[in-house]
């Protein structure tokens, strides 16, 4: 009975290193390359980068000037709502590999102007591109995340909307 | 559904958000005075517009428009300027759905006029609602038509 649980271990290991013989016969090649990331994936993961960007803009202006927070605060309360949405768009596999970093530009390194008009004037500014840079995804994307895209997008147009009457009424 | 009839139902779609939404703003624009009367009487125009350009384009399809119906079921009564300026919203919240419609499509020349359309019906009606929303037009009911074709309807339910 014990030589019998120790023949099946034996033969259970062998059949667990059968395939990292055969792959060591063929060389490193035989694991092949790690699969592209699927359209969806480059999209929502941009998409995410440009939330995000956004939602570093819009703490660096209100730490700069804490009175637009009554302003600020609904429209960044959404940009989350955007973040949340775009990262359930991502179904990461179980133990799968991290996310393909975001190509997103620099350019967020700017630090945030001092005044108010100046302060909505940049956040309206950053709307207008984040909403222009969703749109250029947009053929790329499955039906349903292009809907999504076109909705964050025309979100943003809002905001700069709401950020440049703002900043004309002071 | 094959990718003409689908581009075909959106556009059909789009068309009668845009004909609900001249009989509204119709309707709106009688409670409204001063500069809100004139942002009315604008989009009510721009509108009419849109609905040609739309009709234009189903009959490139070779696809008949869509009738505008006599009349329109009011999400509520209208009586005043305030119920006026939410129905306006709920006019231009209706088109942003209608239109996200067409970035369904798989012809990337629809997503783009969608994605424009439903951009300016967004703004529009964060223009009348005074704030904004984080998804404009996702997840917002169909116009219903208060003729006597939507009560046959509900009778063969």
């Known amino acids: 009975m014990a030589r019998d649980t120790t023949r099946r271990r034996v033969l259970a290991a062998a059949t667990a290193a059968l395939p990292l013989a055969l792959a060591g016969c063929r060389g490193i090649a035989a694991l092949g390359s790690p699969p592209k990331p699927a359209a969806d994936v480059t999209v929502a993961s941009d998409a995410i980068a440009v939330e995000r960007q956004l939602i570093a803009r819009y703490g660096a202006v209100l730490a700069a000037v804490p009175g637009l927070a009554p302003t600020l605060r609904p429209l960044l309360a959404q940009h989350h709502a955007h973040l949340a949405l775009l990262r359930r768009r991502l179904i990461v596999p179980h133990g799968g590999q991290p996310l393909p970093a975001p190509r997103v530009t620099a350019g967020g390194r700017a630090p945030a102007p001092g005044t108010p008009g100046a302060a909505l004037g940049y956040l309206r500014d950053a709307e207008d591109a984040a909403a222009a840079a969703l749109l250029a995804h947009l053929a790329a994307a499955p039906p349903s995340l292009a809907q999504l895209l076109a909705s964050i997008s025309a979100s943003e147009a809002t905001h700069a909307l709401i950020l440049g009457t703002a900043a004309r009424q002071r | ?157």
């Open chain 2, 1 to 157: 559904m094959s990718a003409a009839r689908a581009e075909i139902a959106a556009l059909q779609g789009a068309l009668a958000a845009e004909d609900s939404a001249v009989y509204g703003y119709g309707v709106a624009g009688a409670h409204l005075t001063g500069a809100r009367r004139a942002a009315a009487l604008r989009n009510w125009v721009a509108h009419e517009n849109a609905r040609d350009a739309l009709t234009g384009m189903l009959a490139a399809r070779g696809a008949q428009p869509v009738a505008a119906a006599a009349a329109y079921q009011l999400p509520f009564p209208v009586h005043g300027a305030g119920a006026a300026v939410s129905l306006a919203t709920v006019l231009e919240d209706r088109l942003c759905a209608a239109y996200l419609g067409l970035v369904g499509l798989a012809n990337p020349a629809l997503r783009a006029f969608g994605a424009r359309a439903a951009r300016t019906a967004a703004l529009r009606a964060a223009a009348w609602r005074g704030s904004t929303l984080a998804f404009p037009g996702l997840n917002l009911p169909a116009p219903v038509r208060a003729a006597a074709p939507a009560a046959a309807g509900s009778a063969a339910r």
